[in-house]
């Protein structure tokens, strides 16, 4: 970072230059101080966003209290759920696959989209309000969907039918919603904070994202069906949804009044320069936008770019060219072929984050059936009213005392990271994430009772932060890196059509992927084998490549 001070004055353009002035960051209050610590030359009179307070950043971070507060209550429900309404045992891991396969072939194309939108209320949160609508939307359908059928319908099959449907298709668009909105969250916090701000505010992330975890298990973990309010609002089921909506209601409008973003807008000041040009109000953008071919050399007006992947961000012939021209040249085909090309060590950290994200999911979105199964020993397809099912029912609450257990432990692992990062580094900490939920799953496997299963949860949470931390770290690593070799080289950056929105989608189109290959396996793998205990081994198994690829490739 380049400060202005008396010894290194800034340059500026000469009056005939099509270079505009342009206005800073708004300064968060009390802040001045940092503000000025913050500055950087950069063209067009662009800063580095100032410091944000600790209380903008956890406001920011809030919505990952209540995204993991409600994907708790699905992943503790979803296949009890979609087990007692009769949903068939060979199919209850295929509804897995729609949402990811949706989201993987749209991830890139939304996060991409997002790098473009002129909404007034700025590129990010137009998209984050709108998938959190359809989270709402999916939650009340899978929570309420048999209970609705039961209301409207009197026919057994035809009501069974359709709640199955109906159930279905609330967990596919809350699933769907839920894994898209990561990818927007983690692009507008890149957009609106420094350096410094992004890892302290995916610290933030890790943390809140462990306490809304267990907060979500824990209300989960209750017997609502005999309580006071589970007699008024009819069932256990609606007394959960009733603190899930109004937790992601809350959550989701401190997020989107937590930092000010800046709309992207039509630059018309310069003649010089007939395209369209890209530009965020203020001009105080992390490196979206076009210059014209007669600006200075590039090195030395090249915008400061805060996104992980992109070279989209810097100036390039894509960029010049009218922003219609840009938006049209968006096809699946060439967002494809832009994360297909990205360096190797961006690809390799996709894989080793797909090979996480698929151990991980085996084992969390069937670990109550798990307990209530293998370690309690009871049977979903009894009949409602008998003790097999009971028990199985109770191994399920028992199982969101575990996640809960994996939450907390997510928590506060986050803490230990930053205490562990001097001695062994981000890829000492991805190395050790992996080995301890590998190791902790095959132990949970192979003595499946109810102490060592709850004792090992916490492993889960180490996992969990990791994934949610580590690999956005290694990320703005490896730009930082880059930004700086070309610097000093002052090479020219390559041609390619990725932004900041497309930047988080790559990685975060992984998760998707994990989701396919979990969804389309699992099912099959656990009718051959007869059991779900394959599920926690396989796992442990997947985990334990991932290391190996770590330390390998990584």
């Given at each position: 970072m380049t400060l202005l001070t008396e010894d290194q004055p800034c340059r500026f353009p000469a009056p005939d230059s099509p270079l505009a002035s342009t206005e800073h960051y708004p300064v968060d209050s009390g802040q001045k101080e940092d503000y000025l610590d913050s500055m950087e030359v950069a063209v067009f009179g662009a800063v580095e966003p100032p410091k944000r307070s600790r209380g903008r950043l956890l406001m920011h971070g809030m919505v990952m209290f209540g995204r993991e507060f409600c994907y708790a209550v699905e992943a503790a429900f979803v296949t009890p759920v979609l087990l007692s309404v009769g949903l068939p045992r060979r199919l209850y891991s295929l509804v897995w696959l729609i949402s990811p396969i949706l989201g993987f072939v749209?991830?890139?194309?939304?996060?991409?989209?997002s790098d473009y939108c002129r909404s007034p209320w700025g590129r990010r949160r137009p998209y984050i309000l709108l998938l959190g609508i359809m989270m709402l939307v999916?939650?009340?359908?899978?929570?309420n969907g048999d209970a609705v059928t039961s209301a409207v319908l009197e026919d057994r099959n035809v009501k069974r039918t359709w709640a199955i449907v109906v159930v279905m298709f609330g967990v596919v668009m809350f699933d769907f919603a839920a894994d898209f909105i990561d990818g927007p969250i983690k692009a507008y916090l890149f957009d609106v904070c420094s350096h410094r701000d992004k890892e302290r505010g995916l610290h933030y992330h890790a943390l809140l994202t462990g306490l809304g975890g267990a907060c979500g298990y824990l209300i989960g973990?209750?017997?609502?069906?005999?309580?006071?309010?589970?007699?008024?609002?009819?069932?256990?089921?609606?007394?959960?949804?009733?603190?899930?909506?109004?937790?992601?209601?809350i959550f989701l409008t401190m997020h989107?009044?937590?930092?000010?973003?800046?709309?992207?807008?039509?630059?018309?000041?310069s003649d010089s320069c007939?395209?369209?040009?890209?530009?965020?109000?203020?001009?105080?953008?992390?490196?979206?936008?076009?210059?014209?071919?007669?600006?200075?050399?590039?090195?030395?007006?090249?915008?400061?770019?805060?996104?992980?992947?992109?070279?989209?961000?810097?100036?390039?012939?894509?960029?010049?060219?009218?922003?219609?021209e840009v938006q049209k040249r968006m096809t699946l085909k060439s967002l494809l072929s832009a994360v297909i090309s990205m360096p190797s060590h961006y690809r390799c950290l996709c894989v080793s984050h797909l090979l996480g994200w698929t151990a991980f999911l085996c084992n969390m979105l069937f670990f109550t059936d798990f307990m209530g199964q293998i370690v309690y020993k009871g049977?979903?397809?009894?009949?409602?009213?008998?003790?097999?099912?009971?028990?199985?029912?109770?191994?399920?609450?028992?199982?969101?005392?575990?996640?809960?257990?994996?939450?907390?432990?997510?928590?506060?692992?986050?803490?230990?990271?930053?205490?562990?990062?001097?001695?062994?580094?981000?890829?000492?900490?991805?190395?050790?994430?992996?080995?301890?939920?590998?190791?902790?799953?095959?132990?949970?496997?192979?003595?499946?009772?109810?102490?060592?299963?709850?004792?090992?949860?916490?492993?889960f949470g180490v996992m969990s932060s990791t994934l949610y931390t580590i690999p956005f770290n290694l990320i703005s690593e490896y730009h930082k890196a880059e930004e700086e070799q070309r610097k000093l080289s002052n090479d020219e950056p390559a041609p390619e059509g990725r932004g900041t929105g497309m930047d988080c989608a790559a990685l975060t189109c992984m998760v998707q992927l994990a989701q396919v290959i979990v969804g389309a396996g699992l099912g099959?793998?656990?009718?051959?084998?007869?059991?779900?205990?394959v599920v926690v081994l396989s796992a442990s198994t997947v985990s334990l490549i991932g290391c190996l690829f770590i330390a390998l490739f990584m």
């Open positions: 749209l991830q890139p194309i939304i996060g991409s989209a999916g939650l009340t359908l899978f929570l973990a209750m017997d609502w069906g005999h309580s006071a309010l589970g007699f008024a609002l009819g069932s256990e089921y609606q007394v959960i949804y009733f603190f899930s909506s109004i937790t992601w209601g989107l009044f937590s930092i000010p973003e800046k709309p992207l807008i039509k630059d018309h000041s007939p395209s369209s040009s890209l530009l965020l109000e203020g001009s105080h953008h992390n490196g979206y936008g076009a210059v014209c071919k007669e600006l200075p050399p590039l090195p030395e007006i090249r915008q400061r770019s805060f996104s992980a992947l992109s070279e989209a961000n810097a100036v390039t012939p894509s960029a010049k060219q009218p922003n219609s049977n979903p397809y009894a009949e409602h009213n008998s003790t097999s099912y009971a028990t199985y029912e109770r191994g399920v609450e028992v199982g969101c005392w575990g996640l809960c257990i994996n939450a907390v432990s997510s928590a506060l692992y986050s803490y230990v990271q930053r205490l562990l990062l001097p001695y062994i580094g981000l890829k000492g900490l991805y190395f050790l994430g992996y080995f301890m939920f590998g190791l902790g799953t095959g132990l949970i496997g192979l003595f499946p009772n109810i102490v060592a299963t709850l004792t090992l949860c916490s492993v099959a793998l656990v009718n051959l084998a007869g059991s779900v205990i």
